[in-house]
């Protein structure tokens, strides 16, 4: 199988696994959308193009488990895995801190930056997101299980 195979099945699930959470959460809220309306479109579109990576894949360049390990794709892995982690930390402590975590993680490992300007982007970003989608679309963020869903 090729890396850009079990890339694709790597994405459908992420976007299977996103549909069945968005579900979970309110697709509406006093005639506007919803928490779970995003999600789901983007998990949506993520399973479509996995769908299509899939199928336009011409079977060139099987994988080699031991080139998983190597910076290029580890730092993929990596990736996947900091984005499998945030939507376990949307679930249990809400969007904004999640956004915030997920920030530093993927900026600190990925792009090496100092942590002053790390934590700076990173709160700056759950900032401007939240007055995108709260404040002017009336998108609510999810509060997380553990701060009262």
């Known amino acids: 199988m090729t890396s ?21 959460v309110d697709l509406t809220a006093r005639r506007n959308i919803g928490p779970g309306a995003m999600p789901l479109i983007y998990s949506c579109l993520l399973l479509i193009l996995a769908i299509v990576f899939f199928c336009i894949d011409k079977g060139e360049g ?7 390990w190597t910076p290029p794709a580890r730092d993929g892995l990596v990736f996947f895995g900091l984005n499998v982690l945030l939507l376990v930390m949307v679930y249990l402590i809400g969007t904004a801190a999640a956004i ?26 759950a900032c401007a997101l939240y007055v995108i989608f709260v404040v002017l679309l009336k998108v609510p963020f999810e509060r997380g299980l553990l701060f009262g869903r």
Do not use: D, E, H, N
């Not at 850009?4 to 979970?24: D, E």
């Not at 915030?100 to 700056?124: E, G, Q």
């Open 4 to 24: 850009r195979r079990i890339f694709s099945v790597a994405l459908a699930a992420a976007g299977v696994l996103g549909i069945a959470g968005a579900l979970q």
């Open 62 to 68: 099987t994988l080699r488990w031991s080139s998983l």
């Open 100 to 125: 915030v975590a997920f920030s530093i993680a993927s900026l600190a490992y990925l792009k090496r930056m100092p942590l002053p300007r790390i934590v700076l982007f990173s709160v700056l970003w």
